[in-house]
């Protein structure tokens, strides 16, 4: 039985050093990955999809000044479609490139900083209408 311990602890050091050995070239071959990764022009800079949402200006209070009412027109022109579930923010950011006058693009809306603005006030059009349940007038019902 000594024999078979000492081939045992033989056999089994073996499979640590493979072991140990494996971990190493995985961890060499993780660090010059993320190197690599780090070193890429632009990997600094927040990307989702191409876009650099980064290198845009943060919205200012005339933006939220006006997209709103554009915001409350598009659900009350729409307000039969809004209370069928068939208007999307998608129309609502393509309505307010064309008629806001702000210079901005429907990738530049598609940035969270501008997205929340536009969807905290369908959010609270949802709650004054109950989601299309109440007379369009709820709509435009709360103060700017």
């Given at each position: 039985?000594s024999?078979?311990s000492?081939?045992w602890?033989?056999?089994?050091?073996?499979?640590?050093?493979?072991?140990?050995?494996?971990?190493?070239?995985?961890?060499?071959i993780?660090?010059?990955?993320?190197?690599l990764?780090?070193?890429?022009?632009?990997?600094?800079?927040?990307?989702s999809?191409?876009?650099?949402?980064?290198?845009?200006?943060?919205?200012?209070?005339?933006?939220?000044?006006a997209?709103?009412?554009?915001?409350?027109?598009?659900?009350?022109k729409?307000y039969k479609?809004y209370?069928?579930?068939?208007?999307?923010?998608?129309?609502m950011?393509q309505?307010?490139?064309?008629?806001?006058?702000?210079?901005?693009?429907?990738?530049?809306?598609?940035?969270?900083?501008?997205?929340?603005?536009?969807?905290?006030?369908?959010?609270?059009?949802?709650?004054?209408?109950?989601?299309?349940?109440?007379?369009v007038?709820?709509?435009?019902?709360?103060?700017?």
């Amino acid at each position: 039985t000594s024999n078979k311990s000492a081939c045992w602890r033989q056999l089994t050091w073996k499979r640590c050093r493979l072991a140990v050995a494996a971990l190493v070239v995985v961890g060499l071959i993780s660090a010059a990955c993320f190197a690599l990764v780090s070193s890429t022009p632009g990997s600094s800079e927040s990307t989702s999809g191409g876009d650099n949402f980064g290198s845009r200006p943060a919205p200012t209070g005339d933006f939220a000044k006006a997209v709103v009412p554009l915001i409350r027109r598009y659900v009350t022109k729409h307000y039969k479609d809004y209370g069928k579930g068939l208007v999307t923010l998608r129309h609502m950011k393509q309505y307010i490139v064309a008629k806001s006058n702000l210079g901005l693009s429907y990738d530049d809306l598609r940035d969270d900083r501008y997205s929340l603005v536009i969807e905290h006030e369908v959010d609270a059009i949802v709650n004054r209408c109950d989601g299309g349940k109440r007379p369009v007038d709820c709509v435009g019902s709360a103060d700017l």
